[in-house]
């Protein structure tokens, strides 16, 4: 049985082939059941979760991952995220190969965005801020530079000596520094990318400008918000996927309670860009979000582009 560990999984993963063997997953489509969350108990601030997450094509590959979010990590030093991927025969149920799930999951979560921006980001967005200072920071600014021709990142974060961390790994690519006034970042950036654990909102509809997209990755509970509502009144707003958006991100959860949305709302989601059943950015003066909190297909995907390179 095939294993790749962090490295091997690094090299095999091209980002530019890993955005393109997502755009054909989602417009091929698989079957994917809703991921399975599990409360564990025992940590201090408690939200430690265990996610589970199954898809497969029929004839083709049976893939699953077990992924831990534990946010009280940072102040161990230690990353939020950690998981591990298997793949299955789909006509056997052999075994074929164990990844590691953390370089997966990072590079295809930023694939994914990079893949939204394909289709919502203006043709010459060339400043991205990137709101975060985790592991997913560094592959959020790569596979956005894929897509668009940025050549100038800001970096801010809640401690900023992480933020200069960041900027100081892209010194010499990009004109890169760490950003100390947020809203005046954001009012700077033509993307808006947000990878965090916050529970209260960074980015405020008011600091918007025409033109803008805005990539929210971090939220994936209903206590957890990114944006407020009026940033997400304001926007054309796409997702990942509507059954995992509607279900678990915080920032649609709230503003639908408040009323500040609707379902309908939703202009599309992937697989809908990727067919072509739903428009992208229709205007230069559009501003866009796209809200993801992850979905199996994109594991499946990345799984596939690993282990048959």
Known sequence: MLQLDADEVAARLDRAALIDALESAFRLGCHSPERQHYAIGGSPGGGNVLLIMPAWRTGGLIG????????GNAARGQPAVHASYT??????GVPLAVLDGT???RRRTAAASALAARYLAIPDASRLLLVGTGALAPHLIES????????????????????????????????????????AAVAWA???????????????????????????????????????????????LYVDTRAGALAESGELIHAMATGAINAESIRGELADLARGTAWGRRTPEEITLFKSVGCAIEDLAAAELATHR
């Open 103 to 105: 370089e997966l999951t």
């Open 144 to 183: 956005h530079a894929i897509v668009r021709p940025i050549s100038a990142v800001r970096v801010w974060g809640r401690r900023p000596e992480r933020a200069n961390e960041v900027a100081r790994r892209f010194a010499g690519r990009f004109d890169i520094e760490a950003a100390a006034d947020l809203e």
């Open 190 to 236: 033509d993307i808006v990318s947000c990878a965090t654990l916050a529970d209260e909102p960074l980015v405020r509809g008011a600091w918007l400008r025409p033109g803008q997209h805005v990539d929210l990755v971090g939220s994936f509970t209903a206590a957890m918000r990114e944006a407020d509502d009026d940033a997400l009144a304001r926007v054309s």
């Open 64 to 71: 699953v991952k077990l992924a831990t979010v534990f946010p």
């Open 87 to 92: 793949l299955f025969d789909a006509a056997t």
